[in-house]
């Protein structure tokens, strides 16, 4: 019979990890040398240091680190899961935890009578009684197992898989119909462990035979059954176990787990390398992100320098100009039509020179606006429904009303129609008053 599972003593382990290589070792046991350190280290199981082996292939001394005691006797035996010494198996800490059982030994019996089934069995009974009544719904059927069998054959498929989801359980396992993962108008049997799990189905197989009526085929039930696991192929591992001629799939529940736990293990590898794939490429992209922001940013710093390179020597230009031209009028080679008007306009182009500089950024030269006059509201144009208001108000003229508020305008104005404070806010930018940061209604 092959078993599940590989029990090694915590004691022997370590032994064998000082006394053999843990290439060799691990090859001994059918496993990778990465589960070999896992389970060390989960066991507390010391190992050699780098070199250990090498220092007493030439004779020197490398001390061996002694096996501290146990704190938890669940430890004691350390299990490798997958198949016997010799082939493929793995160890796994989430497993092991769970599945703290003795080794069978001998192969797991199907019963022949089911009793106290699992739950899941329960709602498959019921589901298929419904069936046989024509009253089966949608929802008894999105939480019956993946059993396609006769009804002759069902009795014993429902054995099986209540054997089956025990035996899984106990190691550790656990057992779910839920939406197909790939399809979401269709529902599976899931055998999982954490996060990771695989579709499970049993079917009967038919046969076909030509129809009586000479048109088409007919199909049989053969009473043979076939458990398979979804998308086995890809991981180059068994999936389906069949009824032949010297075994049945009653005889197999060990053969089914142990190939369970290989697919599981196959399937949380594969999600791992996707994690890894994932995360390098985030790491690539977020790299990549920030090159081409670098980029970016070097282009915009070698235009803004191209850019003030310009204005620096434009700005040289105007003001070589601007020298020549000065002395040209002061020698009397040329003579503006308006002296004052021309020395206003000079001051203001050496300005824009050193304005325009990027060694000197001169600050904006304010300009010659005339200020507004104050002017009395009666000489001004108002609304027949502004006048009122502001005769309320009691102002006099134009910097008064500047001095006012908007709330104290609407105040006066009332609940009623609406517009004295922009009529206001008009008037005065009109006679150029600032009104910046005063929020009104242009029209």
Known sequence: MTSIVITIDRDDLYKEVWSTPGLTLAKKYGISDVALAKACKRHDIPRPPRGHWAKLAHGKESPQIPLPPLTDPRLKEV?????????????????ESLAERPLRAAA????????????????TQEYRKAVDAGKATDRERARALSVYVSRGTLPRA???????????????????????????????????????QVAVELEEKQERTPAKSGWGYDHHYTGQLVLRLEHAWDAKLR????????????????????GLLRRIDHEKQER????????????????????????????????????????WHEAERIRHYLSVLDTEVGLGNLKPHNEEAFRRWLKWAFWYADHI?????????????????????????????????LERLGVGDTDALHALHEDEIRAAEGDGRRG?????????????????GRRYWLH
Not at 108 to 123: M, N, Q, Y
Not at 245 to 251: G, P
Not at 284 to 294: I, L, N, P, S, Y
């Open 79 to 95: 299990r490798f899961y997958g198949g016997e010494p010799g082939a493929r198996a793995f160890f796994d800490p989430d497993l």
């Open 108 to 123: 797991t019996a199907v019963p022949e009578r089911l009793s106290s089934p699992h739950p899941l069995i329960v709602v």
């Open 158 to 196: 429902l054995r099986i898989m209540d054997t089956l989801i025990k035996g899984w359980e106990s190691v550790g396992g656990a057992v779910t119909v839920d939406r197909h993962m790939h399809d979401a108008t269709k529902h599976a049997t899931y055998f999982a462990v954490g996060e990771d």
């Open 239 to 258: 999936g389906t176990w069949a009824d032949g001629k010297r075994q049945r799939v009653e005889e197999l529940i060990d053969s089914i787990i142990t």
């Open 272 to 311: 791992l390398d996707h994690e890894i794939s994932a995360r390098q490429s985030d790491r690539a992209k977020q790299r990549r992100g920030t090159a081409e922001r670098h980029v970016a940013e070097e282009q915009k710093r070698r235009e803004q320098l191209k850019v003030e390179v310009d204005r």
């Open 357 to 389: 500089d990027p060694l000197i950024r001169a600050e904006p030269l304010p300009e010659d606006v005339e200020p507004p006059t104050n002017t009395p509201l009666e000489k001004l144009e108002w609304t027949r429904h502004t006048r009122p208001i």
């Open 420 to 436: 004295a404070w922009d009529e206001v806010c008009r008037v005065l930018e009109g006679l150029g008053y600032d009104m910046t």
